[in-house]
């Protein structure tokens, strides 16, 4: 009888073997349900064969095979090998965690096709069928296929008028490769313009698709506004002309309705899906099974889509690639920029990694040669210049909620000039704070080591790293003192105070906070593009890769946070994210104007920021980091452990230290505990391990994660973090 061997979503390093009657070798990537204990699970067939380690008698039966949709192929079972050796975590988990939600369940899916989109033909197979084979019995049958040898497609509306039962008929053949059904794009009612590319799109367009069929990491680096999405629609084109699929990598979901809306404009006859976790279970698995069927050929997603098949890929575009966004930050911590490279290695396609600020890591592999580099120095309209960026002094120039007079100056001429504006801070709610300005009491989360966020309209103080709520209080709980006041400012404050200086203009809150609702950002989008908005504050969100051509004007507050954090990367980060938002100012006709408000005008970053040289700004970066020894210049892992109390927690972290043999080129630091030490109730603490080699890093890691895994950690959470991005 075959022996199946099953990755199952559970935490053990392991195949589980099974015994079925009718598996096949044809049956490795099929969904499979099995006993597990007492409970029955799914898991993935990763082998069929005739030999198993365990004893007959105790080898269980597999319930069943589900067949209803094709087996993952063989490449991407590859890339969650890679995944599952490369970030140290179990095989099934990795699979599992790759899968649409409705995947992982004990049923087989039924996907109900749109009765109105879907047109079927005959298969090259279906073609050699003899209408004679049908028994006559069959009228619904023969009529149904000779229908289809008749004509050249039949759409879904044409079959069901032949009979009600056709659709099942043309679910069996479909199985059978007799027929192939297919979508039929919605239509676009106007087409859009094809702009003319500038010089410097020219260079980089023919420069990546000249080497189309090889692969290739490309690093597109191109100012704000330089037109980088125009370089990826013309690589997809030819792509497409080649009848390959072309997957698009951004890191917010805030990004797709935007990047959707001109991809359809610029391909309207092409199936394109998005893939991201604002959209329900059906409809990810729909999108999903469609990539995997070749029906869609343009593949837009944030990171999971990485893990998405595509039996006919052709190009992979990491836009915004620097963003943190595309690293996993629970569970598999995998970065999807990086599994992106590795996947268009293993299909021997172009990747293109788009970026104004480019991680210090791809802008040192470009340096070095290992990645090709194609620059973007100007702005793709016509008169469109960068920004003028300036710095306001804080400590001459004193806020009043946050405000500076200049700014508020600034924002009323923008008012007068009737153009946007943009009043950018990173912290939503309220306040981050609330202060007892008697005995010094402030309000903090009983699960987390961090301050609880004023939510005034709600009257509620919110954690935003647990989701813990509670009631506003109405005195100091220490020292019953009724002045108790927030303290700072969030997007919301910053909001009222704007509708107090400017009563009549049209303010507009963008954060977490006002884009829950479905469909949100789609209608925000609208009223920024149908100048509905005079004044827009927002968070991060507004940062990246959108386009709004009347916004002219960007004021930056609370900046120097950043500044003189202990995190290496900082710097990086802020330059990224202020270099971005600036971006939004000056897109098109309109002259862009960008003021920071800081105590710290001087500062290199600002200086850097000012003459929009990121150059000068990494090279820098990079020499600090050369010298103290930090990526890209070495390569880290963190053995990251949480348990109700941190004692436990760092005996965890000496046990495992004191079970590693590092080589002499791997260096091993001692626990600490996070700098964030609770978290959802759970005290953390972490290990550094690092090497100048990655190859021995890698190796060192494998032996000793299986050492890991023989310590007792019942009551200790542990996992390790591959390429740690945050500390």
């Keep these: 009888m075959p022996i199946i061997r099953v990755a199952l979503n559970i935490p053990v390093d392991t195949l589980f073997d099974y015994q079925s009657n009718d598996a096949t070798q044809h049956d490795i990537g099929l969904r499979a349900c099995v006993p597990f204990g007492k409970k029955r699970v799914t898991g993935v067939i990763i082998a069929v064969g005739s030999e198993t380690q365990i004893s007959i008698e105790k080898l269980k039966s597999a319930h069943c095979i589900f067949r209803e949709i094709e087996p993952l192929p063989a490449a991407l079972l590859d890339l969650f090998h890679f995944c599952s050796q490369y970030y140290h975590h179990p ?94 794009p919605a239509m676009v009612t106007k087409a859009a313009k094809i702009p003319p590319l500038t010089a410097e799109q020219e260079i980089a367009v023919s420069a990546i ?132 490279i590795f996947r268009a290695k293993e299909n021997d396609i172009p990747v293109v990694l788009g970026s104004a600020t480019p991680s210090l890591e791809s802008y040192y592999n470009a340096l070095t040669g290992r990645y090709h580099s194609v620059r973007l120095l100007s702005r793709a309209i016509k008169n469109a210049a960068l920004p003028l960026i300036q710095c306001i002094d804080t400590r001459t120039n004193k806020t009043q909620e946050g405000l500076s007079e200049p700014l508020i100056k600034a924002l009323d001429r923008c008012l007068a000039e009737k153009h946007q504006s943009l009043v950018f801070i990173n912290r939503r709610g309220y306040a981050p704070a609330l202060l007892c300005k008697a005995c010094g009491w402030t309000a903090l989360c009983q699960r987390c080591s961090s301050r609880l966020v004023v939510h005034l309209r709600d ?41 107090t200086h ?56 609370n900046a120097d946070s950043s500044l003189y954090s202990t995190d290496f990367r900082a710097s990086e980060r802020l330059f990224a994210q202020l270099m971005q938002v600036a971006g939004r100012a000056g897109r098109a006709n309109v002259t862009g104007h960008v003021l920071i408000q800081t105590e710290f005008p001087d500062h ?66 001692d626990p600490v505990p996070a700098q964030m030490l609770r978290l959802k109730g759970l005290e953390r603490a972490h290990l550094l391990v690092q090497s100048s080699s990655r190859r021995q890093l890698q190796a060192f890691m494998a032996e000793w994660y299986t050492r890991i895994n023989t310590l007792p950690a019942h009551k200790v959470r542990w996992v390790l973090d591959i390429d740690p991005l945050e500390f």
């Design 91 to 184: 095989l099934g988990l990795v699979i599992m965690n790759g899968l649409p939600v409705k995947l992982r369940g004990n049923k087989p899916v039924k996907l109900k096709e749109s009765s109105s989109n879907v047109q079927f033909s005959l298969t090259e197979t279906g073609k050699q069928i003899d209408l004679s084979s049908i028994p006559a019995r069959q009228r619904v049958a023969r009529r149904l296929f000779t229908e289809l040898h008749h004509t050249t497609v039949l759409s879904n509306l044409q079959a069901k008028k032949i009979s009600p039962r056709a659709s099942k008929l043309l679910q069996e053949w479909i199985q059978l490769k007799w027929v192939s059904a297919m979508l039929i």
């Design 209 to 340: 698709t000249t080497d189309i069929k090889q692969f290739n990491t490309w690093l597109l680096h191109g100012v704000t506004g330089s037109g980088k999405t125009e370089v990826y629609l013309r690589i997809i084109e030819r792509v497409l002309a080649h009848g390959k699929q072309a997957l698009i990598l951004i890191p917010e979901i805030s990004l797709t309705p935007q990047l959707e809306t001109v991809f359809r404009a610029r391909f309207p006859t092409t199936h394109l899906v998005s893939l991201h976790s604002g959209l329900n279970d059906t409809e990810r698995l729909t999108g999903w099974i469609q990539a995997q069927r070749g029906e869609a050929k343009i593949i837009l997603g944030t990171r999971l889509a990485v893990f998405t098949p595509l039996p006919d890929l052709g190009l992979v575009i990491v836009d915004e690639e620097q963003d943190s966004s595309f690293k996993q930050q629970d569970g598999l911590r995998y970065s999807a920029r990086d599994l992106a």
């Design 459 to 499: 009257k509620k103080l919110c954690c935003h790293h647990c989701g813990h709520r509670e009631n506003f209080p109405r005195a100091c709980p220490h020292c019953g003192n009724q002045d108790i006041a927030p303290f700072g400012q969030g997007t919301q404050r910053v909001e009222e105070t704007l509708a």
């Design 502 to 557: 400017f009563p009549t203009a049209r303010i507009l809150r963008i954060d977490r906070d006002s884009i829950r609702r479905k469909n949100a950002w789609q209608d925000i989008l609208h009223a920024i593009h149908a100048q509905e908005v005079d004044i827009l504050v927002g968070t991060q969100l507004l940062a990246k890769g959108h386009d709004f051509p009347n916004l002219s004007l960007v004021g930056i507050l």
């Design 604 to 669: 290199p970053l600002y200086h850097a920021l000012q003459k929009h040289d990121y150059d000068v700004l990494a090279k820098t970066l990079l020499a600090e980091r050369k010298t103290a020894g930090f990526p890209p210049f070495v390569y880290q892992a963190l053995l990251r452990a949480e348990a109700h109390n941190i004692a436990i927690v760092l005996d965890f972290l000496k046990q495992a230290a004191n079970l590693a043999n590092p080589p002499r080129s791997v260096e091993l630091f």
